[in-house]
């Protein structure tokens, strides 16, 4: 339209930057557009921009708190984990110490029975040895006897009794 109006008083034989009525007009339809151009399209597309940066200024912020609740709840989860990692090796450690000192104990009286075990049957291997060497002595004198008969003849008296 205003290159119309610039158009129309070039035709004229007018100079356009003469100042006359027509800078009026055109300083008026200046105005107008400013003033629709502004309302729209710039406020409008403000608007929008303005949205589109809050939006994202908001989920920035948004991921970075999220970023900073992960990282607070991976290092309590760590933390859980190694304390509970240190408690079971604890509890492992105590129940192995308590199986070597029942091991240790059922040694012990493994050992205390088998040495008593031991005595008793040292000490029956003695008596039945004495008993078995009575037994012999008493065997061997009346075999003796037997053969000095059948060899002599005759009973062999009173030797050492």
Do not use: C, W
Not at 101 to 123: D, P, Q
Request: charged residues 30%.
């Amino acid at each position: 339209m205003l290159a119309m109006i610039a158009l129309a008083l070039a035709e004229e034989g007018g100079n356009i930057i003469n100042p006359d009525g027509s800078l009026l007009v055109i300083f008026v339809l200046f105005v107008i557009f400013v003033f629709v151009l502004n309302r729209l399209l710039f406020k409008p597309v403000g608007q929008v921009l303005d949205e589109r940066e809050a939006l994202t200024e908001g989920a920035t912020a948004e991921a970075r708190a999220a970023t900073r609740q992960y990282q607070t709840r991976l290092a309590d989860y760590e933390a859980t984990i190694r304390q509970a990692r240190t408690e079971s090796y604890r509890h492992l450690e105590q129940e192995r110490a308590a199986a070597l000192e029942e091991r240790r104990r059922l040694l012990e009286e493994a050992k205390a029975e088998a040495g008593v075990r031991i005595e008793s049957a040292k000490s029956a291997v003695a008596d039945e040895a004495d008993r078995a060497r009575a037994a012999l002595e008493v065997e061997s004198r009346r075999i003796a006897e037997q053969i000095s008969r059948a060899v002599l003849g005759r009973e062999l008296g009173g030797g050492a009794d």
